[in-house]
C-alpha cells in the first residue's frame, strides 16, 4: 500500500478542452481542479485512478483529465538568441564535438559571411571547435553539426511530442 505522501507525489496529466496535452501537474492540484469543476476525468480511464480520501469521501483522480473551460493560452514568444537560451537548447554540448566544457556561441555562418544573429545560425560550441572553425562554414572547416539549429519549441506543443511519443512506446 502506498503512503499518503507518495500518493501525493504523483502525477496527472492535463489535457485542453480540445484534448491536446497541456502539462503535468501535482495531485494536490487535479483534485482542486476537479473539485471546483474546471476539469473533469477522461473517459478512456476506465475507473483507474489514484484513491484520494478526506474525512467524508474517496475521490477517484485519474491519470488524466481534461479542462472543461476552454483556457485562453498565454501568449508564448520564441526567447530571445541569447547564451543562457542557446545553452539549454543545445544541452550544453558542443554541436560539433559533444564536449561539455568551456563553451562558447558559434555562428554557423560566420557574422563576416552574412550570417544573422538567429536560432538556426547560432549553436553551442566549446573553445577548440570555434578556434578550429575559425571565420569559416562548417563545410569548409571539414566539421558536421551534431544537431541542425531552430528555435525552441512552444513548451506545451513540446508537451505533447513528448506525452504521444510515450503512449505509442507503451502500446508497443
Same mark, same amino acid.
Given at each position: 500500500? @502506498?503512503?499518503? @505522501?507518495?500518493?501525493?507525489?504523483?502525477?496527472?496529466?492535463?489535457?485542453?478542452k480540445?484534448?491536446l496535452?497541456?502539462?503535468?501537474?501535482?495531485?494536490?492540484?487535479?483534485?482542486?481542479?476537479?473539485?471546483t469543476?474546471?476539469?473533469e476525468?477522461?473517459?478512456?480511464?476506465?475507473?483507474?485512478?489514484?484513491?484520494?480520501?478526506?474525512?467524508?469521501?474517496?475521490?477517484?483522480?485519474?491519470?488524466?483529465?481534461?479542462l472543461?473551460?476552454?483556457?485562453?493560452?498565454?501568449?508564448?514568444?520564441?526567447?530571445?538568441?541569447?547564451r543562457? &537560451?542557446v545553452?539549454?537548447?543545445?544541452?550544453?554540448?558542443?554541436q560539433?564535438?559533444?564536449?561539455?566544457?568551456?563553451l @562558447?556561441?558559434?555562428?554557423?555562418?560566420?557574422?563576416?559571411?552574412?550570417?544573422?544573429?538567429?536560432?538556426?545560425?547560432?549553436?553551442?560550441?566549446? &573553445?577548440?571547435?570555434?578556434?578550429?572553425?575559425?571565420?569559416?562554414?562548417?563545410?569548409?572547416?571539414?566539421m558536421?553539426?551534431?544537431t541542425?539549429?531552430?528555435a525552441?519549441?512552444?513548451?506545451?506543443?513540446?508537451?505533447? &511530442?513528448?506525452?504521444?511519443?510515450?503512449?505509442?512506446?507503451?502500446?508497443?
Amino acid at each position: 500500500m @502506498t503512503s499518503v @505522501t507518495e500518493r501525493l507525489r504523483r502525477s496527472v496529466v492535463v489535457f485542453s478542452k480540445n484534448y491536446l496535452p497541456l502539462s503535468r501537474v501535482n495531485m494536490k492540484r487535479a483534485v482542486t481542479l476537479l473539485v471546483t469543476g474546471k476539469a473533469e476525468p477522461l473517459d478512456w480511464c476506465n475507473g483507474q485512478g489514484y484513491p484520494v480520501h478526506s474525512p467524508s469521501l474517496v475521490l477517484l483522480v485519474p491519470e488524466q483529465i481534461r479542462l472543461t473551460k476552454a483556457n485562453c493560452d498565454r501568449v508564448w514568444k520564441v526567447p530571445p538568441v541569447n547564451r543562457r &537560451e542557446v545553452l539549454r537548447r543545445d544541452k550544453h554540448r558542443c554541436q560539433y564535438c559533444g564536449s561539455p566544457k568551456r563553451l @562558447t556561441l558559434d555562428h554557423v555562418i560566420p557574422r563576416s559571411k552574412g550570417g544573422n544573429h538567429r536560432w538556426d545560425n547560432v549553436v553551442t560550441a566549446c &573553445e577548440q571547435c570555434n578556434s578550429r572553425k575559425g571565420d569559416r562554414t562548417p563545410e569548409q572547416a571539414g566539421m558536421t553539426l551534431l544537431t541542425q539549429p531552430k528555435a525552441p519549441m512552444h513548451p506545451t506543443v513540446a508537451f505533447a &511530442e513528448q506525452f504521444w511519443r510515450q503512449q505509442h512506446v507503451h502500446l508497443e
